[in-house]
Structures are given as C-alpha cells and as structure tokens.
C-alpha cells in the first residue's frame, strides 16, 4: 500500500476520475504515453521510460475537456496537482511575482510526481506588444524559464492549456516552452455519445434513450454543450411531474434539442483549429 503524497501549500487533490471524462479517445493515450507511464515508472523505481515530454499544451476549442482530462490524469496515478488560479494566487503568496511562480516550481519539484496546470495560459503568455505591461513580460519570461529548468527534473509536469493558441507568444511554442503541443478538437459523432453515456448515471435517463444515437444528432456540439443538453431534458421532465421517480425521456431531449445549440460558432472556429509546429 502506497503512501499518500505530501501536499504543499499550492497543491491539491483532484476527484475527477479517467472514466469519468467520456471521448478523447486518442488525448488519452497520449496522455498515457506522456504522463501515465512514465510516473508509474518513476514510482517503481524504473529508469527506462523516457519522460522528456514534460510540458505539455492542449489547445482546441472552449468546453471540449481539456480542463477536465488534465485533472483525471493526476488523479489516474496519484499525482500532486497544483493549479495556476491567476495572478491573485501569486499575490497571495508573494508581492513579487516572479518569486511567487518560482515558489510554484519549486514546491512542485519537492513533492513528485506532480502537474503544474495553467488553465487559459494565454492570459499572460500573449504576443508580444499585445501584453499587460512590464509586470506581465516579466512572469511570462519567469515562467519560460521555469519551463526549461525542468528538464532537469523528473516526476514533475507541466499542463497548459488555450482556447486562442493564435495569440500566444511564439517563445511559449518552442521545445523549451510547452515542448509537446496536443490539438483537443470539437468530439466526432461517436465521441459525442460517449460523453452522454459518460454523464449520464450522474442523471435519471430512461432506458429507453439510446444516448449513442442521440450523440449522431448533436453536430458541432462540445463537452461542455452535451451536458447543457441533459441539464435542460432534465428541466423539461421534472416541469411534467414533479416525482423524484421522473426519468429524462426521449421526448424531452427532443425539447432540449430545440433550445440548446453548439456554443462554438462556425466563423470562430478558426481560431481554435489553429495549427501549431514546433
């Protein structure tokens, strides 16, 4: 029996499990590849996996579970998980912000296997010229630093993640920023029906609803959109009859449908397929 990881002042524990983030299919066993393997090695004391891939970008459109996998992957091998929650966090811990993001660093190197998560990364990685001052330039140059310090480390990882990756600074795009950059797009038919049949024992859904083939009428939905989805079936079977025995029914996805409609416009949607090289 494993003992439990010591948890810093940053770092904290994440409940979201593997099975729990439906799709993604492919995200996951690059994840795998990337991040699972490698830590279950660390941890048996094995030396031959190669976990140079340490600092990793999910980019792609909003609601489409990057948040959600980057979370389940630390849970899946017992990680620390330490969440840049913006520059207020920082401020918290130290009026200098540079000092504050190297504290992050630093803790996450003494307590592995750990995942650094930036959330929206874009906020203070942004092009040049385009950014919120001198404070902002020097975190993002502290941070790009941080990042190529860990090649030095082992058992910890870096997640980022961006809606916009066409507004990043080209600096965070090179192997000594996020050094493995993974596209997170829209999820295809069967993808889509996989999320439903992921969320759906968290909902009272009849047997009768095939969510596979529901999924098929869903075009251009993301994640975040499938759940709106059966939160709004729900509203329309609990507006019938109020009983706590009420199942979702075919007919009130059929309501729902009517009302819930893909959140990522067709026009924008450039922008989050953005193709990035390293």
């Known amino acids: 029996m494993s003992c439990p990881l010591a948890r810093g ?18 995200l996951k066993k690059e994840l795998e590849k990337y991040i699972v393997y490698p830590i279950k090695a660390l941890k048996d004391n094995q030396d031959f996996w190669n976990d140079q891939w340490t600092r990793i970008l999910l980019y792609g459109p909003p609601g489409c579970g990057k948040t959600l996998i ?12 330490i969440p840049f929650q913006g520059l ?50 020097q975190l993002f140059s502290q941070l790009l630093l941080e990042l190529e310090k860990l090649e030095a480390a082992r058992g910890v990882y ?48 009849d047997v009768g609803v095939d969510l596979m083939a529901l999924g098929q009428r869903c075009e251009g939905f993301s994640g975040a959109d499938l759940v709106g989805l059966i939160d709004e079936a729900a509203m329309f079977a609990m ?23 893909p959140s990522v416009w067709e026009k924008v949607h450039t922008c989050y397929t953005y193709v990035i090289t390293l």
């Not at 980057?70 to 998980?81: E, H, I, L, S």
Request: charged share 30%; hydrophobic share 40%; net charge positive.
């Open 9 to 26: 002042r940053f770092s904290v524990q994440t409940i979201v499990k593997w099975e729990e983030v439906g799709g993604l299919l492919s």
């Open 70 to 81: 980057a979370k389940a992957v630390a849970n899946k091998v017992g990680a620390n998980f």
């Open 88 to 137: 207020g966090m920082l401020c918290e811990v130290d009026k200098d912000l540079k000092s504050a993001l190297r504290k992050m660093f630093d803790e996450a190197r003494a307590h592995t296997p750990c995942i650094l998560f930036f959330d929206h990364v874009d906020v203070f990685c942004i092009k040049s010229g385009e950014k919120g001052g001198y404070v902002m330039e």
């Open 158 to 205: 870096v997640i980022g993640t961006t809606n916009r990756p066409d507004l990043l600074d080209p600096a965070l795009l090179t192997r000594k920023g996020f050094n493995k950059i993974l596209h997170v797009p829209l999820p295809s038919p069967e993808e889509r029906g996989l999320i439903l049949t992921a969320i759906g024992p968290r909902k009272k859904i």
């Open 239 to 261: 507006e019938e009859v109020f009983c706590l025995d009420k199942t979702i029914k075919e007919e009130h996805f059929k309501k729902a449908l009517e009302k819930i409609t």
